[in-house]
């Protein structure tokens, strides 16, 4: 047998063939490339290739098509061409069936199936190059009993079920781990916002002005998340491709996903300055800094200029639909600055625990402060983690999504990413002595002029309201007067601390 057989019922010699699978692989592997192939099925030896972007027909290499990829989905494109060539080659090196009635050998696109008998369903391994597969599933390929392959019910054409290759309730299950986490961080960080911009004591406060920037950099984070998670990443497991809204609405989609990349390395800018913030109190703890706009232009303007660069980058070489695909190298320059931002935020809680630890050699036969000061390292240890970022290191390598902890990773991934805001809202507002004590006088004010008499849970604070009572004045929403200066690194340290006792 010198020719060889598709899905389209197309014989070709080899040559021919393999001109025509490699334009069959590249539609079926990237169904919004930028290179057109006009075929007919009539004639397979009769391929025109335009790229819809530059207008170039010119395509007379392999080397030609992959300066339309990228470096990991030309490899792709290759493998499914060379899986098409060694099975035109088995095709031609099998002697024919004699038998009649059987379903006969072909490539479908993806895989190759020999001559197969009727009523026989044919499993295969998934091929390496399905966008999102993976190996440990199986393709489906029935051979009916009249002996011709089974036909898809709408195109009426051989068909090959894939279904088995995407883990279809694996990526639910990310989109319902990254929609439950988004939403507690938003649930967490809304009111903890209002409550610190409501104080006039809290308010003008530089620490709770930088955590009031973080904690908003968080609010945009998940917001973007939940738009990107169900219109975008949900719509496509559950819709066909073209009516998915990347595919109908692929402007947009970029604006979402450029937003959400904004949005993700404001965190970690924003982290980075309350790690420098807190660092530079230690250091300097009879001088408290005047101004703090710095931090403001390195928090929100910072991580603008590695997006737009990646931005421009893409959209010249990597413009793909929506963005949604790995660009290679061109990742790094999103991924660089995040990175350096938890590294030196891990510098600066070891100092901090070198300084804590200090004192504990400054009294070295005194147990009492020695317990304390071991305990003040132990509670920066935990509390400064979340706020620092440091717990991404847990998820900072990424397994194979074809090894057993593969779904997993993305979930637990998922979790720690998009809670992390709402675990920094309790334990920075909710927790936090100095802003229940706002919050409680607050309560007592309401319900004095309620003429009610104040709730227990009020009335067992009512001596440590009454020991400060220019605290009432100060977390009086209205007439608060002025803030207290902090003057001493330590303490604004223990004031943060005392979510964690």
Same mark, same amino acid.
């Given at each position: 047998?010198?020719?060889?057989?598709? !899905?389209?019922?197309?014989?070709?010699?080899?040559?021919?063939?393999?001109?025509?699978?490699?334009?069959?692989? =590249?539609?079926?592997?990237?169904?919004?490339?930028?290179?057109?192939?006009?075929?007919?099925?009539?004639?397979?030896?009769? *391929?025109?290739?335009?790229?819809?972007?530059?207008?170039?027909?010119?395509?007379?290499?392999?080397?030609?098509?992959?300066?339309?990829?990228?470096?990991?989905?030309?490899?792709?494109?290759?493998?499914?061409?060379? %899986?098409?060539?060694?099975?035109?080659?088995?095709?031609? #090196?099998?002697?024919?069936?004699?038998?009649?009635?059987?379903?006969?050998?072909?490539?479908?696109?993806?895989?190759?199936?020999?001559?197969?008998?009727?009523?026989?369903?044919?499993?295969?391994?998934?091929?390496?190059?399905?966008?999102?597969?993976?190996?440990?599933?199986?393709?489906?390929?029935?051979?009916?009993?009249?002996?011709?392959?089974?036909?898809?019910?709408? &195109?009426?054409?051989?068909?090959?079920? =894939?279904?088995?290759?995407?883990?279809?309730?694996?990526?639910?299950?990310?989109?319902?781990?990254?929609?439950?986490?988004?939403?507690?961080?938003?649930?967490?960080?809304?009111?903890? &916002?209002?409550?610190?911009?409501?104080?006039?004591?809290?308010?003008?406060?530089?620490?709770?002005?930088?955590?009031?920037?973080?904690?908003?950099?968080?609010?945009?984070?998940?917001?973007?998340?939940?738009?990107?998670?169900?219109?975008?990443?949900?719509?496509?497991?559950?819709?066909?491709?073209?009516?998915?809204?990347?595919?109908?609405?692929?402007?947009?989609?970029?604006?979402?996903?450029?937003?959400?990349?904004?949005?993700?390395? %404001?965190?970690?800018?924003?982290?980075?300055?309350?790690?420098?913030?807190?660092?530079?109190?230690?250091?300097?703890?009879?001088?408290?800094?005047?101004?703090? +706009?710095?931090?403001?232009?390195?928090?929100?303007?910072?991580?603008?200029?590695?997006?737009? *660069? =990646?931005? &421009?980058?893409?959209? *010249?070489?990597?413009?793909?639909?929506?963005?949604?695909?790995? %660009?290679?190298?061109?990742?790094?320059?999103?991924?660089?600055?995040?990175?350096?931002?938890?590294?030196?935020?891990?510098?600066?809680?070891?100092?901090?625990?070198?300084?804590?630890? !200090?004192?504990?050699?400054?009294?070295?036969?005194?147990?009492?402060?020695?317990?304390?000061?071991?305990?003040?390292?132990? +509670?920066?240890?935990?509390?400064?983690?979340?706020?620092?970022?440091?717990?991404?290191?847990?998820?900072?390598?990424?397994?194979?999504?074809?090894?057993?902890?593969?779904?997993?990773?993305?979930?637990?991934?998922?979790?720690?990413?998009? !809670?992390?805001?709402?675990?920094?809202?309790?334990?920075?507002?909710?927790?936090? +002595?100095?802003?229940?004590?706002?919050?409680?006088?607050?309560?007592?004010?309401?319900?004095?002029?309620?003429?009610?008499?104040?709730? #227990?849970?009020?009335?067992?604070?009512?001596?440590?309201?009454?020991?400060?009572?220019?605290?009432? %004045?100060?977390?009086?929403?209205?007439?608060?007067?002025?803030?207290?200066?902090?003057?001493?690194?330590?303490?604004?340290?223990?004031?943060?601390?005392?979510?964690?006792?």
């Amino acid at each position: 047998m010198d020719v060889c057989r598709d !899905s389209y019922g197309v014989f070709a010699n080899l040559s021919v063939f393999n001109i025509w699978t490699c334009s069959l692989c =590249y539609v079926y592997l990237f169904p919004n490339g930028p290179l057109r192939f006009n075929y007919n099925v009539s004639n397979p030896g009769l *391929i025109k290739v335009e790229n819809i972007i530059s207008g170039n027909i010119h395509i007379e290499t392999t080397s030609d098509v992959c300066e339309s990829l990228g470096g990991y989905d030309c490899e792709r494109w290759r493998d499914c061409c060379q %899986a098409a060539d060694t099975c035109c080659t088995r095709q031609r #090196s099998i002697s024919p069936d004699s038998r009649l009635g059987h379903c006969p050998r072909t490539w479908d696109g993806w895989s190759c199936f020999d001559d197969t008998s009727p009523g026989k369903c044919v499993r295969l391994s998934c091929p390496s190059y399905v966008q999102y597969g993976s190996l440990k599933g199986h393709v489906e390929k029935e051979c009916t009993e009249n002996g011709s392959w089974a036909l898809h019910p709408e &195109t009426g054409k051989e068909w090959t079920d =894939y279904s088995k290759c995407v883990n279809i309730k694996g990526f639910k299950g990310v989109v319902y781990a990254s929609v439950g986490a988004s939403v507690f961080s938003l649930v967490f960080l809304l009111p903890a &916002t209002l409550i610190l911009m409501a104080y006039r004591q809290l308010r003008s406060q530089q620490r709770i002005r930088l955590h009031v920037c973080l904690f908003m950099s968080f609010i945009l984070t998940g917001l973007l998340s939940l738009l990107w998670e169900l219109l975008v990443y949900n719509d496509r497991v559950e819709n066909p491709w073209k009516q998915t809204f990347m595919f109908r609405k692929e402007v947009s989609c970029k604006v979402i996903y450029i937003l959400l990349r904004y949005a993700t390395s %404001a965190n970690f800018f924003w982290m980075f300055c309350e790690g420098f913030y807190l660092f530079r109190l230690l250091v300097h703890a009879f001088q408290v800094p005047r101004s703090i +706009k710095q931090y403001f232009v390195i928090g929100w303007v910072g991580p603008a200029l590695p997006i737009a *660069i =990646y931005s &421009t980058f893409r959209s *010249i070489y990597a413009n793909d639909i929506c963005w949604v695909k790995n %660009a290679g190298g061109f990742e790094w320059i999103v991924y660089t600055p995040n990175l350096l931002s938890i590294l030196v935020n891990l510098l600066f809680l070891l100092g901090i625990l070198r300084i804590l630890l !200090s004192q504990l050699h400054q009294h070295p036969n005194e147990p009492s402060n020695y317990r304390q000061g071991f305990k003040r390292a132990l +509670k920066a240890t935990f509390v400064l983690i979340p706020l620092f970022g440091l717990q991404l290191f847990l998820v900072i390598y990424r397994p194979s999504n074809d090894s057993a902890f593969g779904n997993m990773y993305e979930i637990v991934s998922k979790v720690i990413i998009d !809670s992390q805001g709402g675990i920094i809202a309790l334990v920075f507002c909710y927790m936090n +002595k100095e802003v229940l004590s706002c919050l409680k006088t607050s309560i007592h004010k309401l319900n004095t002029r309620r003429g009610k008499r104040v709730p #227990s849970l009020i009335t067992n604070y009512t001596v440590v309201s009454q020991r400060n009572n220019d605290n009432e %004045a100060k977390c009086d929403v209205t007439n608060g007067d002025r803030s207290p200066n902090v003057s001493i690194a330590l303490k604004s340290m223990r004031t943060n601390w005392n979510g964690a006792s």
